[in-house]
Nanobody, 126 residues
Framework: QVRLVESGGGLVQPGRSLRLSCVAS????????MGWFRQAPGKEREFVAA????????YYGDSVKGRFTISRDNAKNTVYLQMNSLKPEDTAVYYC???????????????????WGQGTQVTVSS
């Protein structure tokens, strides 16, 4: 049974930081390309970041580039999303996603991923 469980969300003021975690189980984590997506009410699911199973540089959506950092710890079966300089526009449910052996160019597309977590709410507000 594959499970992805996000945590670390919450209420934070603009300009502050938050780190999300996604712990995977039921899979060989090192084989999986991992992604973060977010979705706000009434909006489409948006690509945030991706990190490939094979290494190399991570990728980011334009709206978070320079502020967010994705990383992974294969020994802990965990992918992280460090979010700095948070803005109200970052408010959304953040989802972790996984796709085995993915090395393609559509990492920013939600349909590429086979497994998804339940999401964790991030609210950026004064």
């Amino acid at each position: 049974q594959v499970r992805l469980v996000e945590s670390g969300g919450g209420l934070v003021q603009p300009g502050r930081s938050l780190r999300l975690s996604c712990v995977a189980s039921g899979l060989t984590f090192s084989r999986y390309t991992m992604g973060w997506f977010r979705q706000a009410p009434g909006k489409e699911r948006e690509f945030v970041a991706a990190i490939f199973w094979s290494g190399g540089r991570p990728y980011y959506g334009d709206s978070v580039k320079g502020r967010f950092t994705i990383s992974r710890d294969n020994a802990k079966n965990t992918v992280y999303l460090q979010m700095n300089s948070l803005k109200p526009e970052d408010t959304a449910v953040y989802y972790c996603a996984a796709r085995e052996w993915y090395s393609g160019s559509y990492y920013y597309t939600a349909g590429v991923y086979d497994y998804w977590g339940q999401g964790t709410q991030v609210t950026v507000s004064s």
